[in-house]
């Protein structure tokens, strides 16, 4: 499979042990027609997806949603964090299941500027308290700024929801559905699982779930996920980081043309779910945590104008 990559005519593989690419797959109509493993290794290694974990918690907000867990999106997290009534900030009050999902809390958060992408959450000793602690910079719902600490919420709000913590549920629910090979997926210091990072998983399994949304939430004749949640949480709502592309509910989506868009997880150093629905096609990318995290989002673009 050639790409044109820089105006050369490359193979894929040679650019992808130029940019120093761990693993990569590519399915089209759920077969495959393309792997790349930097060595034996990454064939069964398990990844540290970073923020590609946002996707997956998304999913399963959705699958407690579909079950009658949650009620409702707009239900204000007042009603699971009781503590925001005492706030002086009463705007905070009225943040919704929804705010969190689009990371339009409004809180000072700037993961993407001062604290360089590692929200200082994971310095406290209750990371819940922290993001509700922290002050509002915006109205809840007027803009979206990217928040782990969002993501985090949503977590929190799941283990208080199903009785159980993140990790069970989607096990129950979901991973052992995908049949999953092996995970980790690490916790707060209260037993919480991270929302918004902490989850390892092979590449494999990863393209599972990009399989899954593809095909509209349903793996093996089962629907695992409602589809009207795909196409919910995959819709382009706020354009903060035009580098990136518009942030949905906890996915990414950007477009080759005005015919064409995409949407994919992505995490930092270039972990990447890509979903192309006009051409039932799954891009599922590994790298060194290290590298710049938009290197691999350029060659998703180059694979895709390539394959036009």
Known sequence: MNILWKDKKQNLTDVFRKEKIHSCLISRNNNFIFEYFKNKKQQSNMHKINSCTKSIASSLIGIAYDKGLISSLSTPIVEYFPILVKDSDHRKSTITIDHLLTMSAGFNWPEMGEWGGWPQMIHSSNWVNYVLERPLAHAPGEHMNYNSGCSHLLMAILQKTTGTNAQEFAND???????????????????????????????????????????????????????????????????????????????????????????????MGGQYICVIPSREMVITITCDTKGDTLIPLHIIECILKSDE
Request: hydrophobic share 35%.
């Open 173 to 267: 629910n979901l991973f052992s559905k995908l049949k999953f090979s092996d995970y980790i997926w690490h916790k707060d210091p209260q037993g919480i699982n991270i929302g918004g990072f902490g989850i390892h998983l092979t590449i494999q399994d990863m393209h599972k779930m990009g399989q899954l949304f593809l095909n509209n939430g349903r793996w093996d004749g089962k629907q695992l996920i409602n589809g009207d949640w795909v196409e919910l949480t995959t819709q382009p709502v706020f354009l903060t980081y035009k580098h990136f592309g518009h942030y949905c509910r906890h996915w990414w989506s950007s477009a080759t043309s005005e015919d064409e868009r995409f949407y994919f997880a992505m995490g």
